[in-house]
């Protein structure tokens, strides 16, 4: 499904939204992002949004793994280093 009011990410965003780059040499294809946002009322919300070539199920796997990464990684700030004991 492609949707008709698709605009370049930098336009939706604005120029003072920036990111990390890509490592070099590697090519941008798809991809998902989560963007807390004030709403029209001042209230802090969320938006998501998908490129049109990623489908649900790749969608859900993607968000997944990241999910479990990011996990790991706060759960290793609280376990205690193997020097301390």
């Known amino acids: ?4 009011d698709a605009q370049p990410i930098g336009r939706v965003l604005g120029d003072g ?3 990390s780059p890509l490592p070099d040499g590697w ?11 004030l709403d029209v009322d ?4 969320w938006a998501f949004r998908h ?6 199920e790749e969608t859900i796997g993607a968000l997944t793994v990241q999910l479990d990464l990011m996990r790991d990684e706060v759960s ?3 376990r205690p280093d193997d020097s301390e004991t």
Do not use: Q, R, Y
């Open 1 to 4: 499904m492609v949707d008709e």
């Open 17 to 19: 939204f920036t990111i």
């Open 27 to 37: 090519t941008a294809l798809e991809g998902v992002i989560l963007v807390k946002c």
């Open 42 to 45: 001042g209230t802090p919300s």
């Open 51 to 56: 490129t049109s070539g990623l489908n649900h």
């Open 76 to 78: 290793d700030l609280f």
